[in-house]
């Protein structure tokens, strides 16, 4: 815990200065959003009788660590050449302790918080990181005590002055306000004693199977999907001009007219799943599950880019749909279609050749995957971007273990 002179000496200080220590990449993003109105909210929320600062430093290591203890460290050591009275680290790593997803951590002895970004779900994430950081910093400045956290709800009501300003408002125990997330997957905040990693308040997941959801689901946000669908330019290319040469050939045309709905469906599942399931193994996506204790996080690694390449995949096939639809309705002549077909032609006609177009031409875009290059697939990938860091973190270390035998 902290000692009450030195607790003393920063309430009673005119300025406190918050340091901000975010992973790079989304984390980071996220924190450039919201700190330029951190200092209003924490004059409001935590204490109106100091002005508040923000300061912020992007460090790789608080991404690559997911021992807490390292990250409080390395925290502490960088805020004492900054002067910092209260540190709060956002990490993108996934926390677990007992099996319990982690949000946030407060280490009252060494004034430093850690949150978890993706265990903050994936919407409304700019909110959600502010009013965690605010509690946090409420939790540092005021004391994680139970008596603490009354005589703070205390003073939560006591400054409310309008139904608009309590609404804005959220109990003092809790992390963030109460949205229809945090009612499915609450977050429920844990007193610790004689914990190994120096960790007094913990919040985490009450509810195991929502809280891994919600976790999943800002792992994903954090892989940004939409921002594969450029990686797939050259598949586009490779897959349209594929498709648009079947096109000329009756036999797709008569294949599309006998094909029933769920035929096309079970084609289109097939296509998807082969282009999915090739683009992650020409370029080495997935995450070895060589031993017990790496397979939780392996499993995590491996659904999010699951789901991340499912995401981009579906985006990729309706754009590849919209296009043939232009080439059926530009390239095949309506007389054409109907000799061929021998019955009078309907739009459905052409939505479904342009359904099975789409389909045969995902198989060949599969294999034009390869063309891409590793970096730029791998790259919209949770697991790489963790190796890429921790191998960068690793060479810091060395960086300065040398430095250190030169002096």
Known sequence: MQDSSETSDRHTASTLTVGLIPAPEFPEQLVSLIIDELADHLCREVDDTCQWQLDRVTDPLIGAEDSTRDILSKAHELSRSRQWDYIICITDLPVFRDRQVVVAEVCEARSVAIISQPALGASPLRRRLAES???????????????????QQTRHFSKRRSFLDWWRRHNARGLMRQRLSERIAPIKRVNVEDDEQDIDVRFVAARRVPGLCKLLGGMVRANRPWTIFPTFRKIIAVAFATGAYGLIFPTLWRLSDAYEPWRFA???????????????????????????????????????TLITLGMGVVFYYVSLLGLFLGAVALFVPSSLLQTALGHEIAIVDYLSLAW??????????????????????????????????????????????KHQKRQ
């Open 266 to 304: 079970a084609l289109m599942v097939a296509a998807m799943t082969a282009m999915i399931g090739w683009i992650i193994l020409d370029h080495g996506l997935w995450e070895p599950q060589r031993h017990p204790r790496a397979f939780p996080m392996a499993r995590l690694y491996n659904l999010t």
């Open 133 to 151: 950081i605010v509690q946090l910093v409420s939790e540092l400045h005021h004391g994680s005590s139970e008596a603490e956290r009354d005589r």
């Open 356 to 401: 099975l177009a789409t389909s045969v031409a995902t198989v060949a875009g599969a294999l034009g995957a390869g063309l891409e290059s590793d970096e730029t697939v791998r790259a919209t990938t949770y697991g790489y971007r963790q190796k890429a860091r921790q191998k960068r973190a690793r060479e810091l270390a060395e960086e300065a273990e």
